[in-house]
T-cell receptor
Framework: KQEVTQIPAALSVPEGENLVLNCSFTDSAIYNLQWFRQDPGKGLTSLLLIQSSQREQTSGRLNASLDKSSGRSTLYIAASQPGDSATYLCAVRLYNTDKLIFGTGTRLQVFP | NAGVMQNPRHLVRRRGQEARLRCSPMKGHSHVYWYRQLPEEGLKFMVYLQKENIIDESGMPKERFSAEFPKEGPSILRIQQVVRGDSAAYFC?????????????FGAGSRLTVL
């Protein structure tokens, strides 16, 4: 059974710091991995999607890496800003299904 | 393109009442997924439907919960005889009908509070 874990559960940092959020999964047979952002009381916004054949994806100040063999992904946020404050979720998709399995998230607060 | 629309955004019910949550997928999307997020937890898969057909309901509680996606109209998640433990955010997502190849687009969620 695939399980997805995220650490840390919460993180509070001053503005400008570079951050690393971690996601681990127990079954390496994934189709892809996706990072989402969730703002309080709102839905999910997709940030980055990494296919199983890829090692990393970048979008602006965000960089996500994937190491399937070790069952890990990291989301790197450069030069954090207060507007980055949100909960970050990772989710894996297995082969032959559109079902996503989510981690419990990392709640990030960036203070000025 | 209005995206995935969910309503109501907030719903309050007393124990024993019924809750109906609606989801209209993005234009061109024929697959709908329902996820539940309990307080301080991640999203858990509930059910995956296409029009007039349930594809995977492995995450649905065995009793009181049902889902449908009729030929016309939105998908509906129905919870009968709600209990306090049903209080959660219920998210709907939709995708195009190509298994495994699509990014799911999520709605803003419906937050159910059971008094």
């Amino acid at each position: 059974k695939q399980e997805v874990t995220q650490i840390p559960a919460a993180l509070s940092v001053p503005e400008g710091e570079n951050l690393v959020l971690n996601c681990s999964f127990t079954d390496s047979a994934i189709y892809n991995l996706q990072w989402f952002r969730q703002d309080p009381g709102k839905g999910l916004t997709s940030l980055l999607l990494i296919q199983s054949s890829q090692r990393e994806q970048t979008s602006g100040r965000l960089n996500a890496s994937l190491d399937k063999s070790s069952g890990r992904s990291t989301l790197y946020i450069a030069a954090s800003q207060p507007g980055d404050s949100a909960t970050y979720l990772c989710a894996v998709r297995l082969y032959n299904t559109d079902k996503l399995i989510f981690g419990t998230g990392t709640r990030l607060q960036v203070f000025p | 393109n209005a995206g995935v629309m969910q309503n109501p955004r907030h719903l309050v019910r007393r124990r024993g009442q019924e809750a109906r949550l609606r989801c209209s997928p993005m234009k061109g999307h024929s697959h709908v997924y329902w996820y539940r997020q309990l307080p301080e937890e991640g999203l858990k898969f509930m059910v995956y439907l296409q029009k007039e057909n349930i594809i995977d309901e492995s995450g649905m509680p065995k009793e009181r919960f049902s889902a449908e996606f009729p030929k016309e109209g939105p998908s509906i998640l129905r919870i009968q005889q709600v209990v306090r433990g049903d209080s959660a955010a219920y998210f709907c997502a939709s995708s195009q009908p190509v298994v495994g190849a699509n990014v799911l687009t999520f709605g803003a969620g419906s937050r159910l509070t059971v008094l």
